[in-house]
Each structure stands twice: as structure tokens, then as C-alpha cells.
């Protein structure tokens, strides 16, 4: 492992940490770092595992803060998802089976950072009024994150025959998909937080 990996390393270790003061910072900031520490790490299994690890290490910091969330509902839709996750994980080191993270995926993180979001911008602690409420964000931050799976654990394409777009799409998904990831979520979270003002002056 040479200068650059063990200082990113160290990085993924140390940035999460800034989730126990400041959990939406340190969850973007950690984010950020495991987005872009696979040039350093490398991309074979070795680094699949270790990344996982990481990443479950970063995410139990921020299910410890959720504790602390006063939507009940909220509170345990998430902690449920990070669960479920993690169980997953898990079943993956287990089997060696990658496509079982499509049927675990990640919809702790996305939903941590949409209520934290909407609590600084409405003032408000509770996002999951009803039953529709919580069906529409789940389908914008959990299909994201089904897409992201398949193209990343399940779908390898061939370079010979697929569309160089596509390669570059599965190859840099992080990026390449940052509408799906952030337009509807943004949509949705513009809408909770203007019904919650307007609920607040009636």
C-alpha cells in the first residue's frame, strides 16, 4: 500500500468521526472521500471488501445519531435500513455473492441525509406525516440506489460491444447519475419543507 492509499485510509478512519458532532457534514464529507478513494485503493476484491467495511464503519456512526431523531417514524424506517443493510453486507462477506447487495441496498444513507436536510430547512422534526409521504420518498431515494447496485455488482459490460457511454456511465455512476440521484429527491424535499411552513402558519 504506498503514501497516497495509506492517507486515504486514514482519511475514511478519521472523517466519520466529524458524524458524532456533525452528522449531516460527516456524512457528505464521507461520502465524498469513499466516492473518489477507489483510484487510490485500487478496484479488485480486496478493496470491494475493505470499501464495504468503510463503509459499514461510517454509516453505524450515523445510525448512532439517529437514535437521537424525534420522528419515531423516521427514526425507525432508518435504523430498519441500516439493519438491513448491514445484514446484507454481511451475507455478501459470507457468500461471495455480490448481487445480494441489489436486494440489500443502501437506503439508510440517502434517507439520512434527506430528514437531516429537511430538519434544517423547516425547523421542523417531523417529516413522515402519512403513509404517502413516506411511499414518495422512499421511491425517489430508494430507486437511485437499486439502479446504483445493479450497475455496479450485477451489470458488467462487455467493452467490445456496449456503447462507450454506457461503460462510462457504469464506470462512473457516482457522477454520471447525479440527476437521478439529486433532482427528484430535491423536488420532493422542496415540497415536505413548503408544506411543513405552511402548516406552520395556519
Known sequence: MDEAAIILLAMRL?????????????????????????????????????????????????ALTALRWKDG???????????????????????????LLMVFPNFFEPLFVFYLLYVYLSKKDRLFTSGWVVAIVAAVLLIPKIVQEYLLHIYLPAPDTTPVWAVYLVDHFAWAALPLYVIPPLAVLVVCVLRAKKAARL
Open 73 to 99: 417514524l423516521a427514526r425507525r424506517i432508518a435504523l430498519g435500513a441500516y439493519a438491513w443493510r448491514s445484514f446484507g453486507v454481511a451475507l455478501v462477506f459470507l457468500t461471495d455473492q455480490r448481487w
Open 14 to 62: 478519521l472523517v466519520p468521526l466529524i458524524i458524532l458532532r456533525f452528522p449531516l457534514t460527516g456524512v457528505l464529507l464521507s461520502a465524498l472521500v469513499d466516492v473518489n478513494d477507489s483510484a487510490f485503493l485500487g478496484s479488485d476484491v480486496d478493496y470491494q471488501q475493505l470499501d464495504k467495511l468503510l463503509d459499514t464503519y461510517y454509516l453505524s456512526l450515523a
